[in-house]
């Protein structure tokens, strides 16, 4: 398994990025790519991933890696970018309008698991990092989509995650929970995608934690009402973000461990087939990552590896009353405190 290191170098001003930032985060997100990946065949036991580098005319590359056909993931794909150019796509610039002129940078890892036992859920990961011009910024998250409601399962997750974010701010996990809920939300379905995690963006140590593009909404009302914050550094953002990325193993790990070896049916797995289509919904028509790569000119496979190996559509579904899957659609769909859910 590959260490990850984030070695501090002290930036004579704290606003502004260390002369080594962009060296620094993009080994860390190289070596949170391997350490997922090492992680995942030794889970999945069968497949192993294959590894495409792949160049970008206007500036950098990446290395995109699937695995395919195994005996737990029926697709996994681990991404790791790195390009830079002229000037960041209008999706970014409306909401950072004081980097237009600027070239940029940026790196991040992505990924995206589909399980193929229905009663694994599957999962997104992605944190980045920019530099355009006089500003710069971390954004990233992860979240759980699960297709069956296990209470614990998400519970798990999410205590997880904020036990990481909780070593960084206090408000880090409230604001960004909330964010994500919000994020991953299927405006022309009204429902959630899964049962969250956590999501931030345009992180560069200012007020406040929100930094999106809904002031109306609750973690936008949340954030507002919390007290002036000390300016948060280059290097507790760093850290955080690192700390953010290991916790995922631990998160979702024990969550395939305990679910894979449960027996399923043709209704399961139909069902399973069916909600992936939301999942594809949510990345053409919403997912940030997936339109910046597109206004970029990454390349399409690698953008594309988000989605299902096999999915369908249903015209008018709705689940038989008093199921599981019904349960999924009046419970699990629904934003809640999962931190500090106990069993009943």
Known sequence: MTAITTGATTSPDASIPPADAKTRVSQFMKALQDEICNALENLDGVSQFREDSWEREEGGGGRSRVLREGSVFEQAGVNFSEVWGKQLPPSILKQRPEAAGHGFYATGTSMVLHPRNPYVPTVH?????????????????????PYYPFAEDAAHFHRTLKQACDKHHPEYYPVFKRWCDEYFYLNHRQEMRGVGGIFFDYQDGRD?????PHPEKAAAIYSAQLPSQQPRTWEQL??????CG????????????????????????QFQLYRRGRYVEFNLVYDRGTIFGLQTNGRTE???????????????????????????????????DWANWQPS
């Open 125 to 145: 990961l992605n944190y980045r990092y920019f530099e355009a011009g006089p500003v710069w910024w971390f954004g990233g998250g992860a979240d759980l989509t």
């Open 208 to 212: 406040p934690l929100y930094r999106g």
């Open 238 to 243: 760093f850290a955080f973000v690192s700390d």
């Open 246 to 269: 290991r916790a995922f193993l631990p998160a979702y790990v024990p969550i395939v461990e305990k679910r894979r070896g449960m027996e399923y049916g043709d209704r399961e797995r």
């Open 302 to 336: 690698s953008i594309l590896m988000s989605l299902p190996p096999l999915v369908r559509w249903e015209y008018c579904y709705q689940p038989e009353p008093n199921t599981p899957e019904a349960q999924l659609y009046e419970t699990f769909l629904k934003p809640q």
